[in-house]
């Protein structure tokens, strides 16, 4: 019987790295499902839907500028970790 495996450990840069990666990812899908709703549904007047419409491509905007940002920053923290190449 083999023994138990020792829980998978993920240093919390990488990780947080990869959730915001993966955050960035999922945007464009969700643009894509929001910029829907108002064409799919019956009940938006042409007024509220151009509305939503334009809240949401501002709100996806300032999403993206912060995952950005986030991604930029968990970037340069990953790089400062590491030695240079003459370094050990």
Known sequence: ???????LFLARR????????????VLPVLGVV??????LSTGWSTRSGIVFLFVIWGALILLSA???RLLRSS?????????????E
């Open 1 to 7: 019987m083999k023994p138990p495996a020792a829980p």
């Open 14 to 25: 990488s990780y947080r790295l990869r959730r915001i990666s993966d955050a960035a990812r």
């Open 34 to 39: 929001l910029f829907m709703l108002p064409i």
């Open 66 to 68: 912060v995952l950005s």
């Open 75 to 87: 970037m340069q923290e990953e790089e400062g970790d590491l030695p240079f190449e003459g370094e």
